[in-house]
């Protein structure tokens, strides 16, 4: 594909040669012999990358899902719930809690910041809520926030309150100890840093949050969202027993397998720690050439996407289509009080765990070279 | 890929190599120049197919995902809905209606039949339906319902009663006409006679039940599948603009946009024919088998797919792994009275559309040989 412009975006990353051919495997039935442990193994791979003993789920449909998922299996009309609120996917995971009848409480965070856990403490004395949810990595603003550390001021402060986790764009590239940590729900789509094309919605569900499903008061408010119809397909695939609720994304099941496979034989630890590595590299590469972060600090920044304010007399307009003349896809601004201010790359999956592709140093150099382009002269 | 076996089932069915080559696409921004237009033009094609000036929906999802959108964005809690009940699906939908709010009355007509006009008329007489759902293809059962007819009573006892078609298993196998027969919502998906990989949930909704969704009194009680997010999102698209509510599954959408313009460049009039044709080849293979189809009558038996009683002494677990061996994938039963007395094998898309590919004569050649390991004397 000489044409092929690096899709350095925060999501879809670039994928695998192997995972672009599983996506064209030949038709193949969703009972077939071969595709059964495709979703069975990929269902015991995801709990090795979450580190969990819970319960994941694939499903056809995009990240989103995984919010119906969450406010409609495990919320209950009424019921509080508060949102850690860094962005755009705070506002609109609050929006899909309400839809299920969820009274949201958000606990806003200043653009760049991340939840400070004095505030998630306070806010969590002051009634009792269901759940928390918290935005890992704001893909709105490359915040990252410490799930670790929130999760134990609610184990302190709240233990009851379920502890939700939007890893929409950090499974795979930040650092997720489930059931280490006492996460009880984490939602995640397949084109982050798993890896894969999108179209599936992937979570991975404590047992705890499993058994408080099972004793809801009031029937799931939702049919293709509902457990009751997804478990017993999730339990049977895992027995390599076929079984069918609504037909599965086949050819992205092969995919997400192949990736989910790669994933765990480079090693999870391995994967945390070079994600960290040119994350560094990439925000000094930004820093040097002048540049500020949306990010307040590199202490709560992410590491598999960077959100860069441009510098002063350089717009979108400008930067993008440069940078794609160079061969190089990034992202405009998404948080809607800043959004002609800034740009986002990505830094995820194979393009950072196989350097030799030299996918991070083509973005970073296309950036110097495109800013030059804009007349930007700063640091350079 | 020698060992690759024909995927004969009644979805998903054979895919096109240009189809199964765009599923490889290349990782793409779900708001690239390049993707746009596919999405854009996928949902003009669309309109053409289902011969509608509606408006047609493509999000990442299963088929049964279409019916929750139908039922969370066009019915409201407490209002009746009359379901014409051929077999599994016919209960699925009737459970996700009421999963809604609905009160769900099922029009059960025996295994084999399909609904009478005359006792969809009757039904009409009871009470105020707000929507009226026929499946026209049962793929449980193989039979066609005559959608055609029954929205033209609905048309004449109850003019303002929604007409939803669960087209799952016939949209590009079967004729349809969305304006001129007054159908107000077809439900489909990606992998059945759209040819294409699964994935998608596909719809199509007239103005008028667009117009009832937008008079709504309470809000719509489901958030991934609210129309009020979509709307804006294929009206971008089809604008030729970049928007955003969930990330589209890209390579799928591709791979549907390459599948949807050859259908459209075959004639969508002589793909109806060519269904037909190869439909009645089948058939009468089968009878000259000596076998029976689940199907009471040819006239409603569907031209995409035939369920087919075994004949004495022959099971699933005889013939199927035969079948197999021959290189041909069919399916078992599916409707739960009737299950292990039938199988099922798929006739739709290019297995069809094009001969040359010998599909249909292996599908059928490899039935002949493996009845005749099984013992079975008959008619052979």
Redesign the interface.
């Known amino acids: 594909?000489a044409s092929?412009k690096l899709?350095m975006?925060p999501?879809?990353?670039?994928?695998h040669e192997d995972v672009?051919?599983a996506?064209?495997?030949?038709?193949?039935?969703?009972v077939?012999p071969n595709f059964i442990p495709a979703l069975g193994e990929s269902i015991e791979l995801l709990r090795q990358i979450l580190f969990t003993s819970g319960q994941p789920f694939i499903i056809?449909?995009?990240?989103?899902?995984g919010?119906?998922m969450t406010?409609s299996n495990l919320i209950e009309a009424g019921e509080d719930v508060l949102v850690c609120n860094s962005g755009y996917f705070g506002d609109r995971f609050g929006?899909?809690l309400e839809?299920?009848g969820a009274k949201v409480t958000h606990l806003r965070v200043p653009i760049g910041e991340s939840p400070k856990l004095d505030d998630v403490a306070a806010a969590l004395k002051t009634k009792k809520f269901k759940a928390i949810t918290i935005t890992h990595v704001d893909t709105s603003t490359g915040v990252l926030a410490d799930i670790k550390g929130i999760a134990d001021v609610v184990r302190r402060e709240s233990p009851e309150t379920l502890v939700v986790v939007d890893g929409v764009c950090s499974v795979g590239s930040e650092e997720i100890r489930m059931d280490a940590w006492g996460i009880d729900v984490v939602v995640t789509?397949s084109?982050k840093a798993l890896g894969a094309?999108?179209?599936l919605c992937v979570m991975g569900v404590s047992e705890r949050a499993i058994g408080v499903f099972k004793n809801r008061n009031t029937?799931?408010?939702?049919?293709?969202?509902?457990w009751n119809r997804w478990l017993p397909i999730m339990n049977a695939y895992e027995a390599r027993k076929p079984s069918?609720?609504?037909?599965?994304?086949?050819?992205?099941v092969f995919a997400l397998n192949v990736s989910l496979k790669q994933i765990v034989a480079q090693g999870i630890e391995k994967r945390f720690a070079v994600h960290k590595e040119a994350s560094a590299k990439a925000k000094k590469f930004i820093h040097d050439l002048g540049l500020k972060l949306v990010p307040t600090s590199l202490e709560h920044a992410a590491n598999g996407m960077s959100a860069v304010y441009y510098p002063e007399g350089v717009a979108a307009t400008d930067l993008l289509p440069k940078l794609a003349a160079h061969g190089i896809?990034a992202?405009g601004g998404?948080h809607v009080e800043i959004a002609p201010k800034y740009f986002r790359i990505g830094h995820m999956g194979i393009s950072v765990t196989e350097p030799e592709r030299g996918h991070l140093d083509a973005t970073l150099n296309a950036l110097k070279a495109s800013l030059a382009e804009c007349g930007y002269k700063g640091a350079l």
Do not use: R
């Open positions: 594909m092929h899709c975006i999501g879809p990353i670039e994928f672009l051919q996506m064209a495997t030949p038709a193949t039935s969703h077939a056809a449909g995009s990240g989103t899902l919010w119906d406010a929006e899909c839809t299920y789509a084109q094309p999108p179209g029937p799931v408010p939702n049919y293709y969202a509902n069918y609720f609504a037909t599965p994304a086949v050819q992205n896809v992202a998404l």
